[in-house]
Nanobody, 120 residues
Framework: QVQLVESGGGLVQPGGSLRLSCAASGTIFSIYSMGWYRQAPGKQRELVAAMTSGGNTNYADSVKGRFTISRDNVKKTAYLQMNSLKPEDTAVYYC??????????????WGQGTLVTVSS
């Protein structure tokens, strides 16, 4: 099973910044994609940003130019730097790992979620 532990959420004022971290644990050989999704109250979960092991990135249009995803393949950790935060960024942010190779298995996994609240 893939275990993903997120950290870095919290309360921030509009225009502020936060950095989320997601660490994968276990006997993991490799992870193809690590990313972040978010779910606001009453809305569907949506992709925020994702990054492949080769460095290809994908961002939601609503966060382009404000959020930056990065990852450390050795530490099996992904980061989401969020700048110029807006109230509409308020949501629970979930880490997602896809095609995680553990032994002879290939798994996907979700983190437990971390709440980001943007409010004055």
């Amino acid at each position: 099973q893939v275990q993903l532990v997120e950290s870095g959420g919290g309360l921030v004022q509009p225009g502020g910044s936060l950095r989320l971290s997601c660490a994968a644990s276990g006997t993991i050989f490799s992870i193809y994609s690590m990313g972040w999704y978010r779910q606001a109250p009453g809305k569907q979960r949506e992709l925020v940003a994702a990054m492949t092991s080769g460095g290809n990135t994908n961002y939601a249009d609503s966060v382009k130019g404000r959020f930056t995803i990065s990852r450390d393949n050795v530490k099996k950790t992904a980061y989401l730097q969020m700048n110029s935060l807006k109230p509409e960024d308020t949501a629970v942010y979930y880490c997602r790992a896809e095609k995680v190779i553990i032994g002879f298995r290939t798994l996907d996994g979700w983190g437990q979620g971390t709440l980001v609240t943007v409010s004055s």
